[in-house]
């Protein structure tokens, strides 16, 4: 049986360095193989931890390392860019984060953790966003 595949949005795996115990352990215990992110997260996620977080770059270098050895990462290119366009314009929802979602639906993912965006809302009759902290 396939494991389902899940897409974590940055901010979920920010919780990672958050204070927040009962968040930073939930993203612990639900990273797997069979999960996926994109280069748009891996970029997001390395500029919040230098200029927000104040990681420094070893710091930084061991979450992207546990990152790229668990998560199949995606490429953006201009597949992704163009369900993108389509996904912002049906759905309403900002550039940045139609990246995201064209990216999810691209590798095949039932589900996509995410605090930012609207909860429960399914994508192409496909995709789910769900926030996991509610």
């Known amino acids: 049986m396939n494991a389902k595949k899940i897409f ?13 115990e009962d968040k930073s352990n939930w993203v612990s215990r639900n990273l797997q193989q ?10 997001e996620f390395t500029s919040a931890s230098l ?15 546990l990152f790229t050895s668990t998560f199949n990462v995606r490429p953006l290119d ?3 860019f163009e369900t993108g366009l389509m ?3 049906r759905y309403g929802y900002q550039h940045y984060d139609s990246m995201i979602i064209a990216a999810a ?16 809302q399914t994508i192409d009759k ?9």
């Open 8 to 20: 974590f949005d940055t901010n979920a795996l920010l919780y990672l360095l958050s204070s927040d």
């Open 34 to 43: 069979s999960n996926v992110i994109s280069v748009q997260v891996l970029n």
């Open 51 to 65: 200029r927000k977080i104040k990681l420094t770059h070893a710091e930084l270098d061991v979450f992207l390392e």
């Open 78 to 80: 201009l597949e992704t």
């Open 87 to 89: 996904v912002s314009r």
């Open 105 to 120: 639906l691209q590798a095949g993912c039932e589900r996509l953790y995410s605090e930012d965006m609207q909860h429960r």
């Open 126 to 134: 496909r995709l789910q966003i769900v926030n996991p902290f509610i």
